[in-house]
T-cell receptor, first 108, second 113 residues
Framework: GQQVMQIPQYQHVQEGEDFTTYCNSS?????IQWYKQRPGGHPVFLIQLVKSGEVKKQKRLTFQFGEAKKNSSLHITATQTTDVGTYFCAGYDYKLSFGAGTTVTVRA | DGGITQSPKYLFRKEGQNVTLSCEQN?????MYWYRQDPGQGLRLIYY???????QKGDIAEGYSVSREKKESFPLTVTSAQKNPTAFYLC????????????FGSGTRLTVV
């Protein structure tokens, strides 16, 4: 079955720095979604990517879908303490399969 | 306000007992889902339902049961057959278009004592 893998599992970032988290699927995806879960909270939908090579931006967050529709990345610039949490990618193939997430901590 | 409500927030169960987790949505979404989350792991799909009176097993359905008698409700029963039920359970719903992703409830944390 479909498997979605994320790296790194943990990301410790100095406030103000940039970082990228990566998502890879074992199969071609019809779309990929990204979610953020704050500590103690529940996942919240951030964005959906559908087209090959698609790039979308939300303020300091840049999401990209690979040309082969098997990978995706999330890049955060100028990290802030509000970026703390776990970021999940989820690949859709008639149902969502979630990666294990990248847990981000920020050093002030 | 439209949303998805899970109850209770915390639940303690003795070994050998069945417990039912509630999930209600007023978003008029057709599809509903149950996920299990363990520390350091992603969300694993237990069951999902795309229409009333129909549901399918997810990746880890053993020891769980569901019903979908109403569009708004998708309760999950954790049975005594589930060997390791202590976890954080998340219910979600979505429209057919998926344009706005899944909407998650705030979760139920189940602990076996």
């Amino acid at each position: 079955g479909q498997q979605v893998m994320q790296i790194p599992q943990y990301q410790h970032v100095q406030e103000g720095e940039d970082f990228t988290t990566y998502c890879n699927s074992s199969t071609t995806l019809s779309n990929i979604q990204w979610y953020k879960q704050r500590p103690g909270g529940h996942p919240v939908f951030l964005i959906q990517l559908v087209k090959s090579g698609e790039v979308k931006k939300q303020k300091r967050l840049t999401f990209q879908f690979g040309e082969a529709k098997k990978n995706s990345s999330l890049h955060i610039t100028a990290t802030q303490t509000t970026d703390v949490g776990t970021y999940f990618c989820a690949g859709y193939d008639y149902k969502l399969s979630f990666g294990a997430g990248t847990t981000v901590t920020v050093r002030a | 306000d439209g949303g998805i409500t899970q109850s209770p927030k915390y639940l303690f169960r003795k070994e050998g007992q069945n417990v039912t987790l509630s999930c209600e949505q007023n978003l008029n979404h057709d599809a509903m889902y149950w996920y299990r989350q363990d520390p350091g792991q992603g969300l694993r799909l237990i069951y999902y339902s795309q229409i009333v009176n129909d549901f399918q097993k997810g990746d880890i359905a053993e020891g769980y049961s569901v019903s979908r008698e109403k569009k708004e409700s998708f309760p999950l029963t954790v049975t005594s057959a589930q060997k390791n039920p202590t976890a954080f359970y998340l219910c979600a719903s979505s429209s057919r278009s998926l344009a706005y992703g899944y909407t998650f409830g705030s979760g139920t944390r189940l602990t076996v004592v």
